[in-house]
Structure formats: structure tokens, C-alpha cells
């Protein structure tokens, strides 16, 4: 049984920082990229950063690219989002999220429970 469990989340003003950690369990990740989605309220799901396992390659949304840094500890089985220069349009549901191969895909095998994050104008 995998499991990814999110936390770090919470409120912070704009131009803040937040760091959120996703510790997965329940398989060997080695094979998998690993990442984090969101969604605003009244607004689709959208990919916001990956990573494949090794941490030799990473790829950000527009959105977030500059502000936003993701990370894995192995020996801890976490990945982790940096975000900096939060702003009020980063208010949303993160969600960790875990698929087998190199890609995370628009559909990945495994999902977290989801951590709020809002931003303060």
C-alpha cells in the first residue's frame, strides 16, 4: 500500500515562504517520479513540479518557475516544495503525487491526502 503524506502547509502574507514535505511509503520510490499538483478553488487541477527519484532532472510550471524549488531526501523518502515570493494566485490545495517511469503524467498512480496553502494580499 503506497502512501504519500503531505504537510507544511498554511497561511502566510504575500512575498512569504513555505516549505512542503511529502514522506512516501509502502515501495521502493527508486523507479518513480514524484511531484506536486494544486488546485485553486473553482479552478481545474494543475501540475506545479516533478522530480524523477535520482534528482537528476526536475521541470516547474511557468507559473512557479523562479519561485518554487523541488527537492528529495532518499535516505528520508520525502520530497519536498520549496516555495518562495509566495503570491495571493499560489492559494490553492497542494497535493503530492507519485508515478512509476520517468514522468509524472497528468494522471499519477498515487495521491496524497492534499495540504492547504493560502496567501495573505
Known amino acids: 500500500q503506497v502512501q504519500l503524506v503531505e504537510s507544511g502547509g498554511g497561511l502566510v502574507q504575500a512575498g512569504g515562504s513555505l516549505r512542503l514535505s511529502c514522506v512516501a511509503s509502502?515501495?521502493?520510490?527508486?523507479?518513480?517520479?514524484m511531484g506536486w499538483f494544486r488546485r485553486a478553488p473553482g479552478k481545474e487541477r494543475e501540475f506545479v513540479s516533478s522530480?524523477?527519484?535520482?534528482?537528476?532532472?526536475?521541470t516547474y510550471a511557468n507559473s512557479v518557475k523562479g519561485r518554487f524549488t523541488i527537492s528529495r531526501d532518499i535516505s528520508k523518502n520525502t520530497v519536498y516544495l520549496q516555495m518562495n515570493s509566495l503570491k495571493p494566485e499560489d492559494t490553492a490545495v497542494y497535493y503530492c503525487?507519485?508515478?512509476?517511469?520517468?514522468?509524472?503524467?497528468?494522471?499519477?498512480?498515487?495521491w496524497g491526502q492534499g495540504t492547504q496553502v493560502t496567501v495573505s494580499s
Open positions: 503525487a507519485a508515478n512509476l517511469g520517468l514522468r509524472l503524467g497528468s494522471n499519477p498512480n498515487y
Open positions: 509502502g515501495r521502493a520510490f527508486s523507479s518513480y517520479a
Open positions: 522530480i524523477v527519484w535520482s534528482g537528476r532532472m526536475s
